[in-house]
């Protein structure tokens, strides 16, 4: 491969493929022995052994990823097959009975899929106007400052963990719901809806700004030039441009908002009926996800109950794949985008994505009246339940009379209007999120002393300290890393700089995402069911670890894919062409300027890690220990899992709870500002 | 025929971006219904110059500009200017192609609807006639509703200038508009430039003097910021006065 003859006959067999019918002198001068390479002393067989081993191991590595996306996606659906032979996957899916531990026990997941759909739904509506009003703000508005400010602040509180939230929402939101519409209770769907909403924030509006501020400086040029206004720049050229990216950032919202267990677990009282009537935000509801938490726990291993919780975990990746397949043909709008694609490489034929973008396009400018009315029609009623009657019917008439005068007030007034708004939601946001911030850290301060970081925990948690658990955060964490980082960069590099993106690497990848896009309490249940059940590793370290590795191996594939595509072909060809061999181009050349999205990437995984209980709350933790582990199969404490117990279950604890979310807070948000800062910093200094 | 012949006048124009001065007294007249060409190497103002006119250099947070600029007598830099009705009256096409990703009739029907033109009837005519007018029509004419991103440069480029036609601005300011395209494309936006001219007043900057040579009445020949001369084309070309622009316009040196 690397002998100088090859790359002589590369060189002419360039000039000729570029179309120039260049006579051009013979360019074998290295195969002609009165010629000997310059150097001609290169160890070559030393290099193409080295090269073949660097090879097989990252040949090893994404084959280990690649077994492992297929076998927990095998093992999942053969473990939801039996409950679908013994009732039926129609009867589970429309029965109106969930409970399985009852006498004839029913499995119908018809209330938790309703549920899981009215939570996102009501959330959705509340969220959307928010942080797209609050994106826009960011995105053209606000002062360079001002954005400097809010853009990283925004993208921090995207790494709260989901159990933070949910802490806050227990005994914050839930109170406050209760007292202020005289309820017996404040766990509700309302509740679950609102802290959804609050938790989709961050990722919808920062997703949506990028899309905005992508949007080419051109198209805001050409429209200012012709005498628009900046509002009638941004609502009739900017947004209908960035309209792909923003669908792609509700789509994420939404994606995280199905999948999401900890926080709806526990605002939402779970209990598995449909609201009656449909629209009483009041009943209390139960998703899909929140049946895994409360559930896996307690199962038989190989009872028609254990097999049940598979087939929900079944439907959850039915819909990660239904919300994925649509955020694929929606990025595939981005990537063709505004500007003529050629399809070059499909030997003429039209890509099937190529095909759908103007049919879906077609869709959506039919549905947008329809999909408008209905949106405005569900944020009208949220506004009526939570802020009453007044409030939504000085909204609507303030709608009808902004309608109708729209044709005859002036653009100058529409644009203040329209700024007003944006403005507003942005200080409603950026007030959440500082309620939530103060609440926390005011309250969590309290509690926080020497003992409380070093000792261990007496009286169910009340009193004593967390140390076992930051220990155990620590210790899964790093195990986590440790399985998950090897593998996934040695499989992204494999699968981007040695693969030629075939087929076989298509299939790959839509694994990857769809594991990418799955309920982290799915990957709780797989590692309960395989590691701790099947493999008899107990409830353990080691079964933690390698569940928390799992969960994060997709996402640690995908950002480092991300960042390798992003070097320019231009890069590797011209290493390629000055003699380098592959390992050596992708070494010298390829890594170092991916190097920084490669970090970003493996930083936010290990803040995920360190945040996220479902996934750890059947396979390693218990509340409370009082000794470190010593071994890989003794089960450790941790902080997310401890402040959900002693937030659910121990009674007079508000201290030390706010105590453990402080601390979990600090040790997440700073992970994730470690990432924000690198990030920050290369996208400064590196330019190409 | 009470209006004055010079629909832009600049006076004493100094330009700074942050601490860099960008252009230094500059003073000059602009004729209305006349091709006015600025040329000079790359670098030299012209392309900050243009964009004083529409005030397009509002966008850039450093800018500051002194001296005063009047567009039919009126001071476009007072404090109580209208923006958007200056770049209404004076229209920009630029260097790239940039339609909005809306279709071929969306793109033009864009500025009228914005100036609150809702019937479509009107918006018919507006868009033929203005793709008539940018020479564009029989080629587009049956994919009006096609992505406009599906032309090529050069069409492109005459659906900004038709764009921009729609609107009926008084001025067209065009900045390179032919260095992102063919020969044969650049010779298609220069013979609707000599069509422009009847009805608008066209300022245009370019690097290339033959094209300034050809399409333009007058010629500013800038240089590190200051505006050297100032004339006809046909003199600027042949008895140039001063030596820097001798030097340039025979491709001494730039």
Redesign the interface.
Known sequence: MNSPVYIGRNSTGDVSNSGQDLPGPPTFTYNSPAHPAPGGTLPFPRALKKEGAIEALLFLASLVAIVTVLFILAYLFLNAVPIFQEVGFFEFVTGLSWDPTGIPPSYGTFPLIVGTLLVTLLAMAITLPLSLGSAVFIAEIAS?RTRSILKPAIELLAGIPSVVYGFFGLVILTEALQVSFDLDSGLTWLAGSILLAIMALPTITSVSEDAIKAV?R????????????RW?TMS??VI??AFSGITAAIILGIGRAVGETMAVLMVCGNAPIIPVPIYNVFSPIRTLTATLGIETGEVASGSAHYHALFGVAFLLLIITLIVNMIATVVIGRIQS????VIPRRTGGRIPLRNRIAPAMKAIFSKLRLPATVILGALVLLAIDLSAGHMAAATILAATVAFLLAR?KVS?RITEKIAFSLMIGATLIVVLILGVILWNIVVNGLAAISWEFLTGSPRDLGRGGGIYPAIVGTLYLVAGAIAIALPIGIGAAIYLVEYTGGGRFVRIIRSGVDLLNGTPSIVFGLFGFAFFVLFLHFGVSLLAGQITLGLLILPTIIRTTEEALKCVPQGFREGSLALGASRWQTVSRVVIPPAMPGVLTGAILAIGRAAGETAAIMFTAVVFSTRFLPTSPFDPVMALPYHLFILATNVPNARTNQYGTALVLLVLVVGIYSIAIVLRNHYQKTVRW | MEKSPSIITTKNLNLWYGEKQALADITMEVERNRVTALIGPSGCGKSTLIRVF?R?ND?I?TCRVEGSVLIDDQDIYHPAADV??????V??V?Q?P?????SVYENVA??P????I?ERGELDRIVEVSLRDAALWNEVKDRLHD?A??LSGGQQQRL?IA??LA?EPEIILMDEPCSALDPIATAKIENLIDILKRSYTVVIVTHNMQQAARVSDFTGFMYLGKLIEFGETTRIFEKPKEELTANYVTGRFG
């Open positions: 360079p080419p051109e198209f805001r040029e050409g429209s200012l030039a012709l005498g628009a206004t009638q009739r050229v209908p441009a985008g505004p500007v003529r044709r653009s | 529409n397009m966008l947070d958007v009705s200056i770049r209404k009256k229209g920009m630029f790239k940039n339609p909005f990703p809306k864009y500025g609807r914005i100036h609150g809702r992505p991103g599906g900004c764009r921009c609107v």
